[in-house]
Nanobody, 126 residues
Framework: VQLQASGGGLVQAGGSLRLSCAAS????????MGWFRQAPRKEREFVAA????????NYADSVKGRFTISRDNAKNTVYLQMNSLKPEDTADYYC????????????????????WGQGAQVTVSS
């Protein structure tokens, strides 16, 4: 599985961005996807995850109500809509694929994910 993230950039606090992650290589609609982020000098942290058909979503408490994960299986793409952005959301954002997990799950544990894309940098200015 190859994952290509895009859509990062610089935005003012309170603004919005949408990240996209295009997948190729294996049947996209058979595995869960997740977004994680890593800020400078901090550990990687879970942001959001979505099950194979979008029926289950999972969010970190820090982004609930502001971020929305979705997927379009016809386009082999998962999205992360980020609204009401805060300076503390500044990080490199990574999409990941869980190709061996249980169908219907959307895990927060990064160890569940076996493929990772490159980071998309998001910078939120105050």
């Amino acid at each position: 599985v190859q994952l290509q993230a895009s859509g990062g950039g610089l935005v003012q606090a309170g603004g919005s961005l949408r990240l996209s992650c295009a997948a190729s290589g294996r049947t996209f609609n058979r595995y869960a996807m997740g977004w994680f982020r890593q800020a400078p000098r901090k550990e990687r942290e879970f942001v959001a995850a979505i099950s194979w058909n979008g029926g289950v979503t999972n969010y970190a408490d820090s982004v609930k109500g502001r971020f929305t994960i979705s997927r379009d299986n016809a386009k082999n793409t998962v999205y992360l809509q980020m609204n009401s952005l805060k300076p503390e959301d500044t990080a490199d954002y990574y999409c990941a694929a869980d190709t061996y997990g249980v169908l219907g799950e959307a895990y927060a544990d990064p160890d569940e994910y076996d493929y990772w894309g490159q980071g998309a940098q998001v910078t939120v200015s105050s």
